[in-house]
């Protein structure tokens, strides 16, 4: 799979932000490597098919997915 160019992942990001963020249990988007990353809280099938429904429904065929726990003010 060819990677898009990287003005394409940022805009790709900054259409489904809303959306995902609004998800319980997302705490943020990424595009290292130019790949979309979506971050979870938490590793849950019910918080996967969530994520998996807003992407699907915004057109997005597939994106990596990182549970990095809560994330806390310092």
Known sequence: MAVPPETDV??????????????????GLG???????VYL???????RREVDA?????GVPETHVVVTGEFKAQ
């Open 10 to 27: 940022k805009a790709l990001k900054r259409r489904v932000a809303p959306r995902l963020l609004a998800i319980d249990g997302v705490t």
């Open 31 to 37: 595009t290292p490597g130019g790949v979309l990353v």
């Open 54 to 58: 807003a992407l699907r429904a915004e």
């Open 41 to 47: 809280e938490n590793d849950s099938a019910v918080l």
